[in-house]
């Protein structure tokens, strides 16, 4: 896809997802090669600005519209994401087992919803419905995971 029709793509979305005007995005494509994400975000909740980043040389999600609509789920999410994050900080003391275990919690349910919700507004709106399946290549198959367990009996 060029870089001109992922930046409609973006401009769509901003909109479509209300982020703007009330936030100032600015899409930029990352040319590093040893960039190993497909998209990331840096973020100024204060002034309510933040940069969409895209790898655009080597992608690892087919459906480039999938992951600017993940990215923007991830700035509709961020104030709650804040406050889980400073509830966590508050609660538990950094480095000990539980601060990890709720930090690791909080971040793997953060990005399942982030990718449901993507997921379900693609289906609605995106002009490629056809989800990436690039991490899951990366993946062990469920055989190799479970193979050499023991039985239970």
């Given amino acids: 896809m060029e870089k001109a029709e992922i930046t409609a793509l973006f401009d769509k979305y901003i909109k479509k997802l209300r982020i703007t005007p009330s936030w100032d995005v600015r899409l930029e494509f990352v040319?590093?090669?040893?960039?190993?994400?497909?998209?990331?975000?840096?973020?100024?909740?204060?002034?309510?600005?933040?940069?969409?980043?895209?790898?655009?040389?080597?992608?690892?999600?087919?459906?480039?519209?999938?992951?600017?609509?993940?990215?923007?789920?991830?700035?509709?999410?961020?104030?709650?994401d804040?406050?889980?994050?400073?509830?966590?900080?508050?609660?538990?003391?950094?480095?000990?087992?539980?601060?990890?275990?709720?930090?690791?919690?909080?971040?793997?349910?953060?990005?399942?919803?982030?990718e449901e919700l993507a997921k379900c507004f693609l289906y609605e709106f995106g002009e490629d419905k056809e989800f990436s399946y690039g991490r899951c290549r990366k993946e062990k198959s469920f055989n190799d995971l479970y193979e050499g367990l023991k039985s239970i009996d």
Avoid at 43 to 72: F, G, S, W, Y
Avoid at 85 to 93: D, G, V, W
Wanted: glycine share 2%; net charge negative; proline share 4%.
């Fill in 31 to 80: 040319e590093d090669p040893s960039w190993r994400k497909t998209g990331d975000f840096k973020i100024d909740c204060d002034d309510r600005k933040a940069i969409l980043m895209l790898n655009a040389v080597n992608p690892t999600q087919e459906n480039i519209e999938e992951v600017i609509v993940h990215e923007l789920m991830h700035i509709k999410m961020y104030p709650l």
């Fill in 82 to 114: 804040q406050v889980t994050e400073s509830l966590i900080m508050s609660c538990f003391e950094e480095g000990t087992a539980a601060s990890n275990f709720a930090y690791m919690q909080f971040f793997t349910t953060l990005e399942q919803t982030v």
